[in-house]
């Protein structure tokens, strides 16, 4: 008997819907199989119709089953489908006979995948793109997550370990035979040359500009300027709601309200933000602090004057790039004499203008997210392995440069190694998996 509970969860969506999925992994199928399937356990990988049957022998349904046993199935343990009306009653009771079986439970978010996982079918990476890949709304978030779940990322970081390993080598046989007097050029040269081509590549992977992330996450554009600018109003306006309270009152906004859309392809998160100003009120100079923050680290800002009575002092903001746009509003009134350069000109209020500044964003999104092909970081999680692997690699080299000791080098190396062993879950990971399955969807 194992030790370990059989799961079971409805794996399709929320009923009512015309058939279900109810999922089971664990070797208590043999056992509940007699009772609950007319058919008996039916011939591996094959779908057999049968009568559905409770404790009692009265009748849940009529569907399918698929019997896909270990180690060729999903979690690498024996394995049942079942498939039956997708109705509430049908499911709650085939889960209630399911779980009334001692060692059957009611699985938890992302336990199918995290056996599979445990079981060496996939590593963490392809893992994340199962969650990914349930999670896609945009084609790129979609495309993102397949590269992912089929080993793009796996790939990647397994290139990068294979070679680590073979730099470590040739640092071992400078440790296991340390001939002062040749040490130096003739056989650190190679291996520092190998370093700096992966140093270089890694460095290359985190340039990204976050693009991997942006991808899942979404895109950020921030709406900033001056009071009354008319930032609330365009926002309502490319949410088509009323997501933010608009009044004639200066100071109006004060948290940072986000909307979320997909703009050229990709999720994008819109936020409006309080009007810039200097402000006795804390409230108010608390919004201001957070617009600013949200500013500095939007992917674009929209700077926004009132053309009717403009305030360029946003202009000169710190966190303002050439790539961003100023948008003149209040166009459907008389404008002022000075007009700032601006990009576009629109009524916010009228929409007239607004959708030519949709396309504007939309390109510019787009735009952005191709701008890395196949990045190799998805989540901040490979980031901060990669950095601080990263951090191993430069002082491998430094410690190889100034000679301070091939044994460091060597120590670096393997901690590098170990860092990257973590994004694909090889190594060090029991801290993150509780975070990384728990995002997933009961039944995944
Ligand atoms: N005529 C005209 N009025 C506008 C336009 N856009 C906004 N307004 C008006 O300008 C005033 C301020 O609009 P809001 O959208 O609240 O401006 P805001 O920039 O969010 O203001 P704060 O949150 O206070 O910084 C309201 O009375 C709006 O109706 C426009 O395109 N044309
Ligand atoms: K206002
Ligand atoms: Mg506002």
Known sequence: MSERDTIC???????PAAICIIRLSGDRIWKIAGALLDCGLPEPRRATLTRFRDEDGNMIDEGLVVFMPGPHSYTGEDTLELYLHGGPAVISHAISTLTSEPGVRLAEPGEFTRRAFEAGKLDLTEAEGVADIIEAETDAQKAQALRQLSGGLTEQYDRWRAELT???????????????????????????????????????????????????????????????????????????????IVTSRPGTTRDVIEIRRVMGGQVVWISDTAGLRETDDEIEAEGVRRAERVASEADLRVFMVDGSAPDLSVLSSPYRLPTDIVVVNKADIDMAANLPAYDYKISAKQGEGV???????????????????????????????????????????????????????????RMAIRHLGAVVGAVGVEDVLGAVFSEFCIGK
């Open 166 to 244: 073979g730099i470590l080598a040739l640092i071992e046989v400078v440790v296991d035979f340390p001939d002062e007097d040749d040490a130096p050029e003739e056989t650190t040269a190679p291996v520092l040359r190998k370093l700096n081509n992966l140093i270089g590549d890694i460095e290359a992977a985190l340039g990204d500009r976050g693009i991997g992330e942006k991808i899942r996450d979404g895109f950020r554009i921030a709406i900033i300027g001056a009071p009354n600018a008319g930032k609330s109003t365009l926002l309502n306006r490319l949410a088509g709601r009323e997501a933010a």
């Open 9 to 15: 969860a409805l794996a399709s969506g929320q009923p």
């Open 355 to 413: 959708p030519a500044l949709e396309t504007a964003l939309s390109e510019f999104i787009s735009g952005k997210a191709s701008s890395v092909e196949a990045p190799v970081i998805t989540r901040a999680r490979h980031r901060v392995r990669l950095v601080d692997g990263l951090a191993c690699l430069i002082a491998a080299r430094d410690a190889l440069e100034l000679g301070t000791g091939p044994e460091l080098a060597a120590e670096d190396v």
